[in-house]
């Protein structure tokens, strides 16, 4: 079994739901008392919040660079960043160490190419919706056409990100403000929708609505055991 290397913190509500899921796939698939290897360097989320906001993305690529080398002196073989957004300095922060990466978006798509989804529906922090390094990579590699909300829903899913779920605090209010912008999504033609922030599962899952979802945190975490167990 290969030790994956997790950088996680952003936030740390989602990042706890990684370490569960990538422990509960490897259990299911050896069974017994088997879990798994992982090496986990959490960031203060405090200092990347600043720093998105304030556009200071190559401060946030240093960080991210320095818990990649950690996690690689610690033994990973490999690693993961476990959260949508900062996927925006995967390129930097992949340069910075010898062991791969596992890309959230790469991940998501080859899931939705699998069941024939070609056209889907983006939910996300403002800077997964509105900038082209999560949109972009998914239309470009794998030729999947990519709805966002309009800008009034784009605002208030990104202030529920930060201001709630981030916090552990889920509202069902939110909630069903949440699944009324995905139910505009699946009218405009989206076959299906992207939980493309890893905070999002907190408040919507799949038993809420019938429009399909793609849960970003659980397909990455599941791509992490497939390559840690040597399944890819």
């Known amino acids: 079994m290969k030790t994956i290397g997790l950088i996680g913190g952003m936030s740390w509500e989602s990042t706890r739901l990684y370490y569960s899921e990538i422990n509960q796939g490897v259990k299911q698939t050896l ?4 879990s798994a290897k992982i090496c986990l360097y959490s960031v203060d989320f405090h200092d990347i919040e600043q ?3 304030q556009g200071k993305w190559a401060q946030t690529a240093a960080i991210l ?3 990649a080398q950690a996690v690689e002196a610690g033994g990973a073989d490999l690693f993961l960043i476990c959260t949508n957004t900062m996927h925006k300095v995967a390129a930097e922060v992949q340069a910075a160490v010898n062991i791969p990466m596992l890309h959230i978006a790469d991940a998501t798509a080859q899931h939705l190419l699998a069941d024939g989804v070609t056209k889907v529906g983006l939910l996300g922090t403002a800077f997964t919706m509105q900038q082209d390094f999560y ?3 998914l239309t470009q590699n794998f030729g999947i056409e990519v709805l966002v ?3 009034e829903q784009q605002a208030m899913v990104h202030e529920v990100i930060y ?3 981030c916090l552990g605090q ?3 209010h939110s909630k069903q403000k949440y699944l009324a912008v995905i139910q505009d999504l699946f009218n405009q033609g989206a076959q299906a929708v992207i939980l493309g922030c890893t905070e999002i599962t907190l408040l919507v899952q799949q038993k809420d609505t019938t429009v399909p979802l793609y849960d970003t945190t659980a397909i990455h975490a599941q791509s ?3 390559a840690a167990l040597g399944k890819v």
């Open 170 to 172: 889920i509202s069902q």
């Open 65 to 67: 660079a320095k818990a």
């Open 31 to 34: 069974g017994g008392l088997h």
């Open 51 to 53: 720093l998105q906001h």
């Open 135 to 137: 949109k972009g990579r």
């Open 224 to 226: 992490a055991v497939a």
């Open 149 to 151: 909300p309009n800008v």
């Open 163 to 165: 201001q709630e779920l």
